[in-house]
């Protein structure tokens, strides 16, 4: 089982659209948790980090679940601009050392 | 936040041979990292390079293919040694910043997109 797991996509949606992925892990005692985002042919950059509480930022929400182990992105009012690849990420490391694994990636596309 | 620099940016290369991939930090960082991003697979870390020290290998990638140097603290190489066609993939390095008190932000490198042919 991969450490962490995302659909692949890829999820086509018309602007506008409100648009969700999700995000499991295996290791229970991952700290830290985030979505960066990737764009076709660039390196990842951070999109947000995921706190226990929820977390939003604009037209973005993210949520963690600990007992499940799960992740999720929303994201609300799509725009052309946020097709890209949102790849889960978490840190696994043991405290004081980071380790981040990477999830597979969502491709997004918004369409007009 | 400090920038990093990675070079080439491609490059396409015969079977056999070896290619040395350059990242520099405008920043002193205590640990960089090494990621192979394979075609529609996710960022698979390499090593980890410490200054002053040998670099720590992650299950599967072996010094003898994959030697790291890490000079100084702002500047690593990793050499992809004797290429075959499943060494092409995109390189990236990395390095982590602390956000806050319990975060980690990781910042890459634009990237090395190797062929070998």
Known sequence: ?112 | SAVISQKPSRDICQRGTSLTIQCQVDSQVTMMFWYRQQPGQSLTLIATANQGSEATYESGFVIDKFPISRPNLTFSTLTVSNMSPEDSSIYLCSFYSPVGALNTEAFFGQGTRLTVV
């Open chain 1, 1 to 112: 089982r991969k450490e962490v797991e995302q659909d692949p996509g890829p999820f086509n949606v018309p602007e506008g659209a409100t648009v969700a992925f999700n995000c499991t892990y295996s290791n229970s005692a991952s700290q830290s948790f985030f979505w960066y985002r990737q764009d076709c042919r660039k390196e990842p950059k951070l999109l947000m980090s995921v706190y226990s509480s929820g977390n939003e930022d604009g037209r973005f929400t993210a949520q963690l679940n600990r007992a499940s182990q799960y992740i999720s992105l929303l994201i609300r009012d799509s725009k052309l601009s946020d097709s890209a690849t949102y790849l889960c990420v978490v840190n696994s490391g043991d405290t004081g050392f980071q380790k981040l694994v990477f999830g597979t990636g969502t491709r997004l596309l918004v369409s007009p």
